[in-house]
C-alpha cells in the first residue's frame, strides 16, 4: 500500500486558499473566449458576469451556518469539488443564460469556499497563538497569479475553454484531496450542542465597524481592477499595452506584502497595522489619479495593493477572535457576516467609480476610492474600541 500524505493543517489551509485563488485565476482571464463561444454582446456579458456576485452573496452566510454545525472542514472540500464541476462545466456552455448560470455556481462555490477557508485559516491561528492570516490570503493572491498566468498559456496554444477548465478542474480536485487529511477537524457533535448561544452578528457595533475594512478595501480592489488601466489610457496617456500592467502591479505588491503583513501585525497590532495600509493606499491611488505621469500612477498602484494587502485577512481574523467562545470554538458566524458585507464592494465599486466617471473624470472617481480607503483606518480604530467595550461589559480582559 502506498504512504498517505500528510501535511500540517497550516500548510493545508494555505493550499486551499491557493486553490481557491487558482479557480477564479483560471476562468476569469478566459472571459473573452467564452464571450465568443456564446456570442455575448458587452451588456448581455456583465448581465451575465452579475451571476457570479449573487453567488457569492447567497452562499456567504449559508457558508458560516453549515461551518458552524459540521466543521468548515467539509465545507472546504464541498465546495472545492463543486467549484472543479461546475468550471469544468463552463467550458461547455452554448448560450449567455447557462453562462450566468454556470458563473452562478462558481460565485456558489467560491462565496462557500471563502467563508469555510477563513474559518480554518482562524482555527489554525488560534492553534499556533500567531497572527498569520495575511500568509494564507497571500495564498490565494498567488494561486490566482499562477492560474492566469497559465490560462494565458492555454489561450496562446489555443485550447478552448473546455479543455482548459477541464485540466483545471482535475488539478484543483486532486491536490485538495491530498491536502484534505491536513485541515482542520470539526468540533465533535456533543459539544457543538453544548455551545452557548451567541448575539446575532447584525446586533454587535465592533463586527459592522470590521466590515467596514474589507469593503472599503473591495472597493477599491475592484476599481484598480477594471478602470486602472482605462485611467492609464485615458488620463496618463499610456498605452493599452502598458495599461494593462497596472493591476497586475497591483496584484504583486499585494500578494507580496500579504507575506510580511503577519510580521507588521505581530509588531505592532492589528489596528495600527490596518490603519498604516489605509494611508499607504490612500496616498498610492492619489498619486494614480492626480499625477499627470505614467511612471508615477504605476507606483501609485504598487502603493494602493501594498496598502490593501492587511485589509481583508485582518478584518476577517479579528471577526473570528470577535466570536470566540470560551471552549476555544466560535466565530463562523462572524467571519461569514463580515465576508458577506464586504462582497457588496464588489459589486457596487465598479459600477459606483463608472457613473462618478461620467459625471466628472476618471480621475475624480479615483480620488473618491482614495478616500475610500483612507476610511479603514477609523474604522479599524472605532472597531479596536467597540471590541474594548464590548469585552469591559462582559467582565473580560482587553
Known sequence: MGRVIRVSDRVAVFVVFAL?????????PRVPALAEQVGASPGALGLALLGGTAGLLLAAPLSGRVSERCGARAVMLAATLLSCVVLSLTGLVGSVAWLAVALFGLGFANGGLDV????????VER???????PVFHAGFSFGGLVASAAAGLAAAQH?????????AAIVTALVMLVVYQGLPRAVPRSERAARPATTAPTQRPV????AVVPLCSAMAEGASSEWSALLLVTEHGTGQGAAALAFTAFSLAMAVTRLGSAWVQRCLGATRTLAIGAVVAAAGLLVAALVPVAALAFAGFVLAGAG???????????????????????????IAFVTTVAYT????????????????????SFVLVAVL??????????ASRARHRERTAAGLPV
Open 308 to 334: 490593501l494587502a492587511a485589509a481583508f485577512p485582518v478584518a476577517l481574523s479579528l471577526a473570528g477572535e470577535a466570536g470566540k467562545r470560551a471552549d476555544g470554538s466560535g466565530g463562523e458566524r462572524e
Open 116 to 123: 469555510a477557508m477563513n474559518i480554518g485559516g482562524v482555527s
Open 207 to 210: 463586527l459592522w465597524l470590521l
Open 345 to 364: 464592494g464588489f459589486l457596487a465599486g465598479p459600477p459606483l467609480i463608472g457613473g462618478i466617471a461620467q459625471a466628472t473624470s476618471l480621475s475624480a
Open 159 to 167: 485550447w478552448s475553454p473546455e479543455r482548459h477548465f477541464l485540466v
Open 373 to 382: 480607503a483612507a476610511l479603514i483606518a477609523p474604522a479599524a480604530v472605532g
Open 20 to 28: 481557491n485563488g487558482g479557480v477564479y485565476g483560471s476562468w476569469a
Open 127 to 133: 492553534r499556533t497563538g500567531k497572527a498569520i492570516m
